[in-house]
């Protein structure tokens, strides 16, 4: 990309006119360029996804050490949970994740409309995800006494150990679940900007580019989580 | 335009004649890489053939399990499953957050923060893997198809046999000072060299070989209620007691030297 397409016909001169509108954002005076403000600001997300991944090591570092210290209990807990709802929260999560990057390609193009659809469609699979996991995991095993810790009350448990395996297994996924509602927050914040002012564009996209790179990680976060809940016993 | 200035007048890397180059319609971004459309569904489509891999590897397991009765070892179920995950993880950070063609900062920050993960997990399970060789009884439950550790090991000290001790009243107090009064099979309490006699046997079992041997009967003055006050008193210059174990009061608040210099005012 070597030229910004200048045909602006057809935008409202509201919006372009608004300085948060793309074409009329500046960015920082304590940055030489707006090149550098991004790559800085990049930079720090990747530095915050790193905490992100080492939050989740310990909840990672938790199922080894138990799943080596009580195998059956894990076992038990692998074999109840449904394996569909984890492939189908997967399947969402890839899709998601393919929207999020295709929203940043669209917006780096200037494709306003495009860009807004994927960010849409990015928001819907966050609120499909959650819903699946609220409805047909949550809302399933919790009812059957499949609860964490000390409300764990499942009368046909086998293994005394059965209970750590459920707060393991809430803990992460209601971690990841509300990384997946923040991602979504995320998205609906630049929906709204996208939407009110066309604030985003080739030149200026540095929070749709972070964005993406946070839900990702969740996607990456989620790509671990299901086979080791779901798939390994 | 003020591009060109830039680089037909000077090396300063800026602009004398927009130096902050807060101009919006700079070429900004322009070096940024624009994904390929095509790369990213092709990504996508890996993906989910990949899902669809691991899912099928893990049902075609279960299936193998409950018709032929064939039961795969352990670390195949978790090798083919955290492989395909960890191919997936790559295909992601590589493609969708563009690290492959991003700042290698980035990259390296990423890899770094794994390698802290490979340290904190890979230490974690050198731990747990390891304490059976210290202690025998903490090697791993049995699990179908065996593990292969210890197969050659002693055997399990007798006193971590897994046969429960017979349930005993110790009439509320800590079941540590109840077997120390009480003894057991092997070994007798206190209170057995109190009714023996054996002064010399009981305070070298109160006191044991070290400081660590002391305990709140000591504190409360224990050893006087059971009838031995000897062991207690403190030598001076007109008379030597022989005595076992650690100097009493050596560790409590109270000054023996006062406590028997009151007594004798008595």
């Given at each position: 990309m070597?030229?910004?397409d200048?045909?602006?016909s057809?935008?409202?001169a509201r919006?372009?006119?608004s300085?948060m509108h ?5 960015h ?36 080894a050490v ?33 929207t999020?990057?295709?929203a ?5 193009l ?5 860009f ?12 499909a ?8 995991e949550?809302?399933i095993?919790?009812?059957e006494?499949?609860?964490?810790g000390t409300?764990f009350s499942?009368?046909?448990a086998?293994d005394p150990?059965e209970?750590l ?10 971690i990841h679940?509300?990384h ?5 927050f ?5 929906l ?9 564009g ?11 790179l ?6 990456l ?13 | 335009m003020s ?9 300063l890397?800026?602009d004398p004649?927009?130096?902050?180059g807060i101009?919006p319609?700079?070429?900004a ?7 390929d ?6 990504i ?28 795969l ?16 993880a ?8 563009q ?9 390296f920050?990423?890899?770094?923060c ?8 890979g230490f974690t399970m ?7 060789l ?10 179908a198809?065996g ?5 050659n090991a002693?055997?399990v000290d007798k006193k971590?046999?897994l046969i429960?001790s017979?349930k ?26 109190r ?5 010399a046997?009981?305070?070298k ?6 400081a660590s041997?002391r305990?709140?009967?000591d504190?409360r ?6 009838g031995?006050?000897?062991?207690t ?5 007109n008379?030597s ?13 109270v ?10 005012g008595?």
């Open positions: 070597t030229m910004i200048t045909d602006t057809g935008v409202p919006i372009l006119k300085p793309w074409r009329n954002a500046k920082q005076s304590h940055w030489r360029s707006g090149d550098e403000e991004f790559d800085a600001a990049k930079f720090g997300m990747w530095l915050f996804l790193s905490t992100e991944v080492l939050l989740f090591a310990g909840i990672f570092c938790g199922y138990f799943r080596m210290l009580y195998p059956e209990a894990w076992a038990n807990g692998s074999h109840s949970l449904d394996w569909r709802m984890g492939a189908a929260n997967t399947a969402i999560l890839l899709f998601s994740s393919w999020a990057a295709n940043v390609r669209l917006c780096q200037d494709k306003q409309f495009w807004k659809i994927n960010i849409l469609i990015t928001i819907l699979c966050a609120i995800f959650v819903a699946i996991k609220f409805t047909f949550y809302g095993k919790l009812p006494g499949k609860a964490p409300f499942y009368p046909y086998t150990h209970p395996w459920w707060s393991l297994y809430y803990i992460g996924t209601g679940a509300f997946v509602i923040i991602g979504a995320l998205f609906a914040f630049v709204w900007r996208a939407h009110r002012y066309q604030a985003y080739p030149t200026q996209y540095t929070l749709v580019e972070n964005s993406a946070y839900w990702h990680i969740v996607d976060i989620w790509i671990f989580l299901f086979p080791l809940l779901y798939l390994i016993h | 591009q060109d200035t830039t680089n037909a007048s000077n090396n890397g800026w004649i927009d130096p902050h101009n319609h700079d070429e971004h322009k070096g940024h890489f624009v994904a459309w095509k790369m990213q569904i092709s996508l489509v890996i993906l989910l053939v990949f899902t669809v891999l691991t899912v099928g590897f893990y049902n075609l397991e279960q299936w193998a399990e409950t018709a032929f009765e064939i039961t070892p352990k670390w195949i179920n978790i090798a083919g499953a955290m492989s395909i995950a960890t191919v997936k790559i295909l992601v950070a590589a493609f969708f957050m690290l492959k063609y991003d700042k290698v900062l980035n990259t920050v990423m890899l770094f794994l390698f802290c993960v490979a340290l904190f997990l050198i731990d747990l893997g390891s304490r059976h210290v202690d025998p009884e903490r090697a791993p439950p049995i699990v198809g593990t292969g550790v210890g197969l002693a055997p971590f046999s429960l017979p005993v009243n110790t009439g509320g107090s800590n079941i540590v000072y109840y077997a120390r009064l009480h003894g057991n099979e092997e070994k007798p309490g206190l209170l057995y060299y009714e023996k006699g054996d002064e046997s009981f305070w079992k109160f006191y044991g070989a070290h041997g305990d709140e009967l504190e003055n224990f050893y006087e209620q059971l031995f006050t000897t062991g008193s403190i030598s001076d210059s008379a007691h022989p005595r076992y174990g650690l100097t009493p009061g050596l560790f409590s608040d000054d023996p030297k006062t406590a028997e210099s009151q007594d004798d008595h």
